[in-house]
């Protein structure tokens, strides 16, 4: 489908970034979709948990930043297009992408993981990815170029026990972000990733106290990563501070990556 979005206005835009985070309603997508609005960015919050999707735009608003939420399915191609024109049709322009918005499941066995199961974690987790990215690149390069961060974790980097789906995402993940960065970096575009080890998200807040403090002990430091961990490094990779910085996978987990498995 031909992608016709709204180009830049120069001299009569008000905002001189304007970004979309996906998977903005909780964790690390809320972390980023707050971290950048503080720093003066017009921020789309895209998740499908309307709720907080629009609790963080109340909330970054009560701060004085500058949000909306738009509901967003990310596994559809025609959602992830629809977004990136209702960013460009709101605040006249996109510079800043964060594709974060991702499903897992429980842990099991490569050959017993579900066809059904199999698809869904590739429909969200990769071609999410694609879609977004496709519809995203179209308009910085149509905007005069602008930066994206892709959220991969460290299963994109190495296997880990019972994820063969999501490690299959996102290691593909990873070779997608070396792609647009080798394709569209003559076109004014870095593309990068960021590949957080554990962090305290929702899912890991929620499960048993006992649960939780065994797995940070194994971290070093012994905590796991704050959301705001990752979000400075994925705001980093955006900024101008990064601006020699592109295709690279940037892995903040405190160098648990390094150590041999127990």
Not at 117 to 132: E, I, P, T
Request: net charge neutral; glycine share 10%.
């Amino acid at each position: 489908m031909k992608k016709d979005f709204i180009s830049k206005n120069e001299g009569l835009n008000p905002y001189k970034n304007v970004a979309i985070v996906t998977g903005a309603a909780s964790g690390i997508g809320e972390a980023t979709a707050k971290m950048l609005a503080a720093e003066g960015a017009a921020v789309v919050v895209a998740d499908i948990d309307e709720a907080g999707g629009t609790r963080v735009v109340a909330e970054i608003e009560v701060q004085g930043g500058i949000a909306s939420f738009r509901r967003t399915d990310i596994s559809l191609a025609s959602e992830a297009d629809a977004l990136v024109a209702y960013a460009v049709d709101k605040y006249g322009r996109l510079t800043w992408a964060v594709n974060n918005a991702a499903i897992s499941l429980a842990p099991m066995l490569l050959d017993k993981v579900p066809n059904e199961a199999w698809q869904k974690m590739m429909s969200v987790d990769l071609n999410g990815v694609f879609y977004g990215l496709c519809a995203q690149l179209h308009q910085l390069v149509a905007c005069g170029g602008g930066a994206i961060v892709n959220v991969v974790s460290v299963s994109g980097i190495k296997p880990l026990p019972g994820l063969a789906p999501y490690v299959a995402a996102k290691h593909a993940v990873v070779g997608l972000t070396k792609q647009a960065a080798l394709e569209y970096i003559d076109l004014g575009v870095r593309v990068n990733a960021v590949a957080p080890g554990l962090t305290a998200t929702s899912k890991f807040n929620a499960l048993p106290e006992d649960n939780r403090t065994a797995f940070a002990a194994r971290q070093p430091g012994g905590r796991a990563a704050m959301p705001e961990d990752i979000a400075n490094a994925i705001v980093f990779l955006l900024s101008d501070k990064a601006s020699y910085i592109n295709g690279d996978i940037l892995m903040v987990d405190n160098g648990a990556s390094l150590r041999s498995p127990k």
